[in-house]
């Protein structure tokens, strides 16, 4: 299967109309992004480690305050509003703003590849998308980072962790997809 | 203008929004908001989010060492190579990156274009990063201890100069680009 956008086009078009833009041209955007960030702010873009600050403020309201300043990660990752929590609502802004101009708003349940070999079952996706979410911010921490940190942040300073990070991560997901689309589902 | 500009600092409030939202109509313009193009890359249908990667690991690291070498960058943010940590949980987030279709800046991402899917996955991101937190004693002191090399680059443990790394990875990621358009357009044609 594939997808029209997949193909290389020449064409330079950068409307916030368009459902997409060229690949290529979104990494050299994303690129520049980070050049303005080193420059400007010296702090490279993230975002697991505000992802956990997120779950510390779970388990404060819902266990108080104790529970999460005596806990020896969040000592040193402590939950509190700040530079990353702005960037990554406003990710969350410029994802929905792009989306309803491009108009690729969608409520999707289960998509489309997921449905062709797990059935159009709503709640057996999403349990599978709570595990793999649950599954991937741990291993986001254990490792250090995701695919911002380590995947381009840390892979453009030629950090070693994250080039380890990198082939690694590929592969137990190229295995898992392996499995997960196996046979195609029959009614 | 003093640079680096304090993040904590109103001006650096909103560079965090203006970052923010450039960064998320990327991730949309780019498609990685969409499970299918993801899990597609790990079955080899759709190379959308190496394109991406690979480009803005070469655009912005060229960039980085340039501005680097002229001296604009205070320093480095290099994550501790931990290499038991980091390869038990890179590969730990392959599975997870597989089975929700998301990695975590593009199910934020996502979760705004209005994907329940990728919103129920959140809560999930949550719980992860609970279980995490509760088991971190356990981790620190049995695997993030084993083979500790700390903050280091390809540079320091292969000897080879940046310089050279940068050009090699340019040459790969260029080879990757014409292998995998080549092979779009025999399967287009």
């Known amino acids: 299967m594939k997808t029209k956008s997949d193909s290389f086009s020449p064409r330079v078009s950068l409307s916030l109309k368009q459902k997409a833009w060229n690949p290529y041209l979104v990494g050299i955007g994303i690129g520049v992004l980070s050049w303005l960030a080193f420059l400007l702010v010296n702090k490279p873009i993230g975002m697991s480690t505000e992802i956990s600050k997120f779950s510390g403020w779970v388990v404060g309201m819902f266990g108080g305050s104790e529970t999460v300043s005596n806990n020896a990660y969040w000592a040193g990752t402590a939950p509190a509003f700040g530079y990353s929590t702005v960037f990554l609502l406003f990710t969350a802004v410029g994802a929905f703003l792009s989306a309803k101009l491009g108009n690729d708003l969608s409520a999707e349940k289960v998509p489309a590849v997921w449905e062709q070999y797990q059935g159009p079952g709503v709640a057996k996706r999403m349990i599978a998308a709570f595990l793999g979410g649950a599954i991937l911010l741990f291993g986001a921490r254990l490792a250090g980072g995701c695919t911002s940190g380590h995947g381009i942040s840390g892979t453009m300073q030629l950090a070693l962790s994250s080039w380890l990070f990198f082939p690694v991560m590929f592969i137990t997901g190229i295995i898992t997809a392996k499995l997960l689309f196996r046979n195609k589902h029959t009614a | ?189």
């Open chain 2, 1 to 189: 203008m003093n640079l680096p500009i304090s993040t904590s600092s109103t001006t650096g409030l909103v560079i965090a929004a203006i970052f923010g939202t450039v960064f998320g109509i990327l991730l949309n313009k780019g498609r990685v908001t969409d499970y299918n193009v993801i899990v597609n890359l790990f079955r080899f249908q759709d190379f959308t989010v190496l394109k991406i990667m690979l480009t803005a690991i070469i655009v912005g690291g060229l960039g980085v060492f340039a501005m680097m070498g002229m001296g604009w960058i205070e320093e480095y943010h290099i994550k501790d190579a931990n290499l038991a940590a980091v390869t038990l949980g890179s590969a730990i987030f392959g599975i997870g990156m597989a089975l929700y279709g998301y990695c975590p800046g593009t199910a934020v991402a996502a979760i705004a274009t209005g994907r329940l899917h990728a919103l129920v996955g959140f809560f999930g991101m949550l719980a992860g990063g609970i279980v995490y937190a509760f088991s971190f004693p356990w981790l620190k002191a049995n695997v993030l201890s084993i083979g500790q090399l700390g903050k280091v680059r390809l540079n320091d443990v292969t000897g080879i100069p940046s310089a050279i790394w940068w050009v090699l990875l340019t040459v790969v990621a260029l080879t990757v680009f014409r292998l995998i358009e080549r092979k779009f357009k025999v399967v287009s044609a």
